[in-house]
T-cell receptor
């Protein structure tokens, strides 16, 4: 398995549910990222982890909770989301400037 | 305040012709620029990049030009192919030699290449 993988690819959840998104990178990179892409908007950086330490939280609401247990795995825990949180959530990893993206999780909040 | 702007939401070109995608930025601290291509239901794929110490970088059919004084970069695709039809994102970083380059993305340009 190569590159950056994300599971699940699609997720539908109610506002009271708790769910988690998973990202795994097989590139040996030290940095991992969560992005949000809403319709007709640029990719928005949410969190940055470098060597498992969170180095950036881009004013993300606390209903999104990241976890990085090691340099290869990144999670995004979701709790009491709102319908406006429906979007494509992308994970990326890097070793330098170039970031490599996973396929994304299409999240729908009902 | 959008630091990276792609002012053309869409572009349509004929197969075999040149596609030129444009990107403007406002932050003079940006020192590294990248182009990504995105198909529906997939993540962005890295295409080509350029450091601010250069004004041109070429990779096969793809060439990126950087004009620092105008804070403008462009991606040229020649010849364009129908498989190039996708959304193209410009991104910029002010990370220097840091290995956690925070990227700022433009809003994307949808390219359609007609057979």
């Amino acid at each position: 398995e190569t590159g950056v993988t994300q599971t699940p690819r699609h997720l539908v959840m109610g506002m009271t549910n708790k769910k988690s998104l998973k990202c795994e990178q097989h590139l040996g990179h030290n940095a991992m990222y969560w992005y949000k892409q809403s319709a007709k908007k640029p990719l928005e950086l949410m969190f940055v982890y470098n060597f498992k330490e969170q180095t950036e939280n881009n004013s993300v609401p606390s209903r999104f909770s990241p976890e990085c247990p090691n340099s290869s795995h990144l999670f995004l825990h979701l709790h009491t989301l709102q319908p406006e949180d429906s979007a494509l959530y992308l994970c990326a990893s890097s070793q330098g400037h170039t970031q490599y993206f996973g396929p994304g999780t299409r999240l729908t909040v009902l | 305040d959008q630091q990276v702007k792609q002012n053309s939401p869409s572009l349509s070109v004929q197969e075999g012709r040149i596609s030129i995608l444009n990107c403007d930025y406002t932050n003079s601290m940006f020192d590294y620029f990248l182009w990504y291509k995105k198909y529906p239901a997939e993540g962005p794929t890295f295409l080509i990049s350029i450091s601010s110490i250069k004004d041109k970088n070429e990779d096969g059919r793809f060439t990126v030009f950087l004009n620092k004084s105008a804070k403008h970069l462009s991606l040229h695709i020649v010849p364009s192919q129908p498989g190039d039809s996708a959304v193209y994102f410009c991104a910029a970083s002010a990370g220097g030699s840091s290995n956690t380059g925070k990227l700022i993305f433009g809003q994307g340009t949808t390219l359609q290449v007609k057979p």
